[in-house]
């Protein structure tokens, strides 16, 4: 069984996904407000967290607690959470000078198989600084374990798998 939520209205509804092959799109409509709605089946969750890519800590300030966020290969797009936003990363937040589609993370592997994380802005209001440094319009800067990246009044911290916590 599957719990999936509405996008207007976070009611949940539940559905069996097997027999679904990945890839499939689902189309349901919500009881509670009626918004129709798409889901793509993905892989099992307990497939995709059996590797370990590293982690963002965002840390504590005025707006926000303390947060963890896992990330996965591809690009990860980080930003303040809001209800009808579709992003991987969603940092709980109030802080108004962070956009909803902040910044992407990208993870790939090298030809040895390593972990290579990169980071642009996402044409964000207030810009991505990464160590003091702000990213340049289209810049792709590599990052590396420890990076220390400022997004908005928002302050997140880069942990790769090899780190030592």
């Known amino acids: 069984m599957k719990r999936v ?6 009611h949940p509804i539940v ?4 027999g679904y092959p990945i890839g499939q799109s689902l189309v349901f409509e919500c009881e509670h407000c ?4 798409t889901i793509r089946i993905g892989e099992k969750q307990d497939e995709v967290q059996d590797e370990d890519l590293g982690h963002i800590t965002v840390i504590e300030n005025r707006f926000c607690f303390k947060q963890t966020l896992q990330l996965s290969e591809g690009d990860n797009i980080i930003g303040r959470y809001n ?3 579709i992003i991987s990363h969603p940092i709980e937040t ?3 000078s962070m956009d909803r589609r902040h910044c992407i993370i990208n993870v790939k592997r ?4 390593e972990s290579v994380y990169t980071i642009r802005d996402n044409s964000s209001v207030t810009g991505t600084f990464v160590m003091n440094r702000i990213l340049g319009n ?3 800067l590599r990052i590396e374990d420890g990076a220390i990246i400022t997004i908005g009044a928002t302050t997140l911290i880069l942990h790769t798998p090899d780190s030592e916590d």
Request: hydrophobic share 5%; glycine share 8%; charged share 40%.
């Open 110 to 113: 090298n030809s040895s198989g």
């Open 83 to 85: 209800k009808g936003t």
């Open 138 to 140: 289209r810049e792709r």
């Open 34 to 37: 009626r918004k129709s709605f």
């Open 94 to 96: 109030t802080d108004p």
């Open 5 to 10: 939520t509405c996008p207007k209205c976070d």
């Open 15 to 18: 559905f069996d996904d097997n």
